[in-house]
């Protein structure tokens, strides 16, 4: 059962807005019936939203995968470094983080691009694009750049992002028209990527959220 609530929550998620049932069958290989009764179960949990026949996302999965973090401090650190480089250069940015060879998007901010590449948190990669090249191992000599090597029209520049004693736990990627001068995109990305660097080293524990701040 749990397989396949999985599996529907996948599907849910890979659709980008919207399914029916019909379609979450098609698309797990599973039968009508028990796609309904998941879904109704799913539902309930808050887990998966109905709006009339189609099925979304819900809420509660939202908060769920809020909650992981995979190094700590990393999406705090880099908040604030993604918006000012989507603010400087109009890229769209990228975080990831490497699993299951592959490179997942866990903080996004979208630019220029948009629709024509859309980035949006949870979103993966290949590694053989800049995003993947950049976590795989050290690099030296500056940011990964992309020339319309892996989508016609979009231009890339990546970096690692690296905590204070060396090691990876994540990349920086900003994306940009192939129209877009490369250099300028590639300083302003290292500029972020140090500045996480350096927000992961203050580190420090989280602020407590004041009760009479928190809605019940």
């Known amino acids: 059962m749990l397989e396949g609530a999985f599996a529907l ?5 890979r659709s980008g807005d919207e399914a029916g049932v019909t379609e979450l069958a098609l698309v797990c290989g599973v039968p009508k019936g028990s796609v309904h009764r998941l879904l109704d179960q799913l539902v309930t949990l808050g887990a998966v939203e109905r709006k009339g026949n189609r099925y979304r996302v819900g809420p509660q999965l939202y908060r769920l995968g809020q909650a992981w973090e995979p190094h700590p401090g990393l999406r705090r650190a880099a908040r604030l470094p993604l918006q000012r480089l989507r603010a400087a250069t109009g890229a769209s940015v990228v975080l990831t983080v490497l699993r299951e060879d592959m490179a ?5 901010v979208p630019g220029d691009l948009e629709p024509l590449f859309p980035v949006r948190d949870g979103m993966a990669f ?7 090249k950049a976590l795989r191992g050290p690099l030296r000599g500056g940011p990964v750049l992309d020339r319309e090597d892996v989508m016609a029209g979009v231009c890339c520049a990546a970096l690692p992002v690296r905590t204070p004693d060396g090691r990876t736990v994540a990349a920086l990627a900003a994306m940009v028209p192939a129209s877009r001068p490369l250099d300028p995109l ?11 660097g350096r927000a992961l ?4 524990p989280r602020r407590a959220v004041p009760s009479r701040a928190l809605v019940p």
Request: without cysteine; proline residues 0%.
């Open 201 to 204: 080293g203050r580190g420090g």
């Open 126 to 132: 290949h590694l053989d694009t800049a995003a993947g």
């Open 186 to 196: 590639a300083r302003g990305v290292a500029e972020a990527g140090v500045a996480i």
């Open 9 to 13: 929550l996948d599907a849910l998620r």
């Open 104 to 108: 997942i998007t866990v903080g996004s």
